[in-house]
């Protein structure tokens, strides 16, 4: 018997696992190599190639070894939520042979949020020890909307929309697989020992799934209730707007889902987010009661592999769920969000520079659990970073660790390098790296390699000669009112930078602004501009120009016609 804490109500009575007992082991690449490929250990760099003991040792040592490794795989630690008898169950499994897992997403937006990571995590480390995985995009369940951890029940979304999001989320995690294949090399992962992955949408099967034979197949077996006693009903009944038919009916719709996969693809264990648990439990209950009556009904000629002679489905082929924790910050905050907006893993709604400025801002008491759970960085490197982040927090190497690893998973090698120069340039930028340059490479975009990370713009000289710091704020855009840039300036979030020395390569040194007379306002002038900060990332480079060049070049700026207005003259 296994209960999870944050639902005492629901039990399982079958074998399953809790992801926070997995993330111990997965650096120790050979300890949870595959149980087909045997590896010698390396004692070289972490992307050393690997060798197969049946080239070195022959098939007896290389079988003896298969299974120290996958002993080694065993996802279980003491005092966890897992009994031990359920613990064994899968370890036993893991010892044996290859198991099929899948993770799933509805898309219900254009794009994955950091927050969906970490269940999909699980399949890249079980993908890369030799198993099957599946990605699973719910084209089809999104229609209905999953009820699980609300009390409101979801807008609906128009079709067109709908489409749109499946296309992009669909195209995305193709892409996030190519980067995981690419990233598992250079940490040491051979192609050789990978399983086998599929990217699927339920779509292609529940769209064609005839309304009886889902009643037929799965209805008799499904209990009310047990179905009105999950949590998710429960308070959505009580405490939300109630739940509809199509909404009580979607963990049905998910255990069909497993079901198709359990008979086409092999898949017997169901991984989720701890908000998942009841329609993991609903969707074991499906897979096992069809998976034993469905022969009965007429759906096969013989009986299928996962039955015993007693027409049982086979203690090593009962379906099994692992679930990954809703992670929170050590302050209590969801993972994820940022003053309560998701972290996306689309450049166009969340950049790499920023998505990299936010785990950069991953506090000290998180980083190392990160690093473990969203890396393949080894744990004993993790330890050695760790410690040289202690000698020198200012530095924040353990979160520049982390934020590159997971830029150069989420959008590759070449962003993660660039991105991360982006920001070493905004810690102690010169004024030739923050400049703004008109020249571009032939891509289109911009050769200044800070150019995402401090945006630019351009105000004619009158606005910012004897004008107050504050009212330059709202000139140049970063204050949306002048009564807020001058908020800005007085709470000391305002940042003016100055040369360390004559020439463009020198770097530049911050200093709070105050509350400064207007007339000393053109000292801050270097070269032709003006480099504030907001905060401590965000940068802002202001190039000042004479008005006429200004007007030449048909360029706008907050309160630019009102002042020509007052001073037509000039």
């Known amino acids: 018997m296994c209960r999870l804490q944050d639902n005492a109500s629901a039990e399982l009575t079958r074998p399953c696992v809790v992801y926070q007992e997995l993330h111990a082991h997965h650096a120790n690449r050979e300890a949870f190599r595959t149980l087909d ?4 250990p390396t004692t070289g760099p972490a992307n050393t190639a690997i060798k197969t003991l049946p080239q070195q040792c022959g098939e007896a040592a290389a079988e003896e070894e298969r299974v120290d490794r996958a002993r ?6 003491p005092n966890s939520w897992v009994s031990k008898r359920d613990r064994n169950a899968l370890d036993r ?3 044996s042979r290859k198991l099929g897992f899948y993770a799933g997403v509805d898309p219900t937006a254009p794009s994955l949020h950091l927050g969906h990571l970490l ?5 890249f480390w079980l993908y890369h020890h030799g198993h099957r995985v599946v990605s699973l995009v719910g084209g089809a369940t999104a229609r209905v909307g999953d009820p699980s951890g609300r009390l409101t029940s979801r807008a609906k979304t128009a079709e067109s929309v709908h489409d749109i999001n499946f296309k992009t989320m669909f195209a995305q995690l193709g892409g996030l697989w190519e980067n995981v294949e690419a990233y598992g090399q250079r940490h040491g992962y051979q192609d050789s020992s990978n399983g086998t992955r599929e990217l699927l949408d339920n779509s292609s099967w529940l769209d064609t799934l005839n309304i009886l034979d889902f009643l037929k197949l799965m209805g008799n077996g499904m209990r009310l209730g047990t179905m009105l006693g999950r949590d998710t009903v429960r308070n959505k009944m009580e405490k939300g707007d109630g739940m509809s038919f199509a909404e009580f009916t979607y963990p049905l719709l998910q255990g069909w889902d ?5 008979r086409h693809h092999g898949v017997q264990l169901q991984i989720g987010g701890s908000d998942q648990y009841g329609n993991i439990v609903a969707g074991m209950d499906a897979v096992k009661y069809i998976a034993q ?8 000629s013989q009986t299928p592999e996962w039955l015993d002679a007693e027409g049982k489905v086979k203690e090593d082929m009962l379906p099994m769920g692992l679930t990954v924790p809703l992670l929170t910050t050590s302050s209590g905050e969801k993972f994820g969000k940022s003053a309560g907006n998701a972290i996306w893993l689309d450049r166009s709604m969340t950049s790499a520079f920023d998505l990299y400025g936010f785990l950069l801002r991953s506090s000290d008491d998180d980083v190392q659990r990160y690093l473990k759970l969203f890396t393949f960085v080894p744990t004993d490197e993790i330890g050695r970073v760790m ?4 000698n020198d927090p200012g530095k924040r190497k353990a979160q520049h660790l982390l934020a590159s690893e997971v830029l150069e998973l989420v ?3 070449d962003e993660a390098v660039k991105t991360r120069k982006e920001h070493e340039l905004l810690r102690a930028p010169s004024l030739a790296s923050l400049k703004r340059q008109d020249k571009t490479d032939a891509s289109g975009e911009s050769s200044n390699p800070a150019a995402s990370g401090a945006e630019s713009t351009v105000l004619p000289y009158s606005l910012v000669v004897n004008t107050p710091f504050s009212r330059i704020l709202y000139h140049a855009g970063i204050a949306s009112t002048k009564s807020e840039g001058a908020r800005m300036v007085a709470k000391g979030g305002v940042y003016i930078a100055t040369a360390s020395a004559p020439g463009g390569d020198s770097k530049l040194n911050f200093h709070q602004v105050g509350v400064q007379k207007a007339n000393g306002v053109a000292d801050y002038i270097i070269d032709g501009v003006m480099v504030f900060r907001i905060g401590k990332w965000k940068v802002r480079v202001v190039e000042v120009v004479e008005d006429a060049d200004f007007d030449s070049r048909s360029l706008h700026a907050p309160g630019w016609d009102e002042w020509k207005a007052i001073h037509p003259q000039k």
């Not at 490929?37 to 010698?40: V, W």
């Not at 269940?119 to 399949?123: D, E, G, K, S, Y």
């Open 37 to 40: 490929m045997c590896t010698l």
């Open 72 to 77: 080694g795989a065993r996802i279980y630690k």
């Open 93 to 95: 499994l893991l010892e």
């Open 119 to 123: 269940p999909f995590m699980v399949l």
């Open 258 to 262: 497993w079901w198709h996969m359990y």
């Open 293 to 300: 009556n469905s022969a009965s009904d007429g759906t096969g």
């Open 387 to 390: 410690g040289e982040h202690a």
């Open 411 to 413: 959008h590759g090698r």
